[in-house]
């Protein structure tokens, strides 16, 4: 039988991308014991993967494909098939951002200021290449963790960190000087695999699912029931994706109306319809929207 090798990302995105699978209709089980987790699909094989390091595994073959973010592909400078973009994170769907922070009274205003600065971040390749690419001398060390208290301590005069919302840098007492890189979650593949068809294939499978399940985190579904000479002010102010579906209720003038919208908009949505006669609203969750 054909089988896909794929890694899923150990640590901050775990759970996030786990759930993705579930609303896309794999349910994976973790072992607290085992690094390969059981996935109802006799096609796939799991193993969990620190994301720093998916991309190596990826590259020498060990999984056909995994996911890792675009920052982890080039800090290892990893020779992969970057397959699609999938705009996740442990916290929301915006990408996350890898900054430059000093401490909130520091002197340091520009990149130029850091000539001769100690930096310390988990991004040591990428960042000396970035500081290289400016001619600004900085000595760069590699930091196992809470970067945020190495500027506090002393060992840092700045930090390049991740951080989707920038609180928890300002919640340590620093402030964001530059913005380095703007990262996502990205799909990729072994060379070799993606040459295979059949592992092709499957790879495209997940991706069309993972997709249609992040589409619909931020889409709800609306039905209601409307009569049929509202229609037309009904029409008027509800969206859809293409058009809404419209189907006849039995030996009456009414008619049922149904219809995708974003979620953010069913607030205002809701009175707007009610106000132009729509009745029995119904509001539900999405699995999937392809």
Avoid at 84 to 95: A, F, G, I, R, W
Avoid at 243 to 248: N, Q, S, V, W, Y
């Amino acid at each position: 039988m054909n089988t896909l090798k794929f890694g899923i990302p150990k640590g901050s995105l775990q759970k996030a991308t786990i759930g993705l699978f579930e609303k896309s209709g794999w349910k994976i089980t973790v072992n607290s014991r085992s690094y390969f987790p059981d996935i109802n699909d006799s096609e796939i094989e799991c193993a969990l993967c620190r994301a720093q390091e998916m991309s190596q595994y990826v590259e020498n073959g060990t999984l056909d494909a995994g996911l890792t973010g675009r920052d982890w592909i080039e800090e290892n400078e990893s020779d992969v098939v970057t397959v699609d973009d999938l705009v996740y994170s442990k916290v929301s769907q915006n990408p996350a951002r890898w900054v430059l922070a000093v401490s909130a009274g520091s002197d340091i205003k520009t990149l130029e200021d850091l000539q001769g600065k100690k930096i310390a971040t988990e991004l040591v390749n990428f960042t000396r290449k970035f500081f290289e690419e400016k001619n600004i001398d900085v000595k760069i060390s590699f930091s196992w963790g809470a970067t945020e208290a190495k500027v506090v301590s002393g060992l840092a005069d700045a930090i390049v960190e991740v951080t989707e919302t920038g609180s928890t840098i300002r919640a340590h007492g620093l402030k964001i000087i530059h913005e380095l890189m703007e990262t996502n979650t990205q799909l990729i593949a072994n060379r070799e695999a993606y040459q295979d068809e059949w592992k092709k294939q499957k790879i495209s499978q997940i991706i069309l699912l993972l997709k249609g399940a992040l589409r619909a985190e931020n889409m709800v579904a609306l039905k209601m029931n409307i009569l049929k000479r509202n229609l037309e002010e009904i029409i008027k102010i509800l969206p859809s994706l293409n058009a809404p579906t419209i189907a006849g209720l039995h030996h009456s003038g009414w008619i049922s109306v149904e219809t995708v919208v974003d979620a953010r908009l069913v607030r205002d949505l809701i009175p707007q319809l009610m106000h132009a006669g729509a009745q029995g609203i119904i509001e539900y969750a999405l699995n999937k929207v392809i």
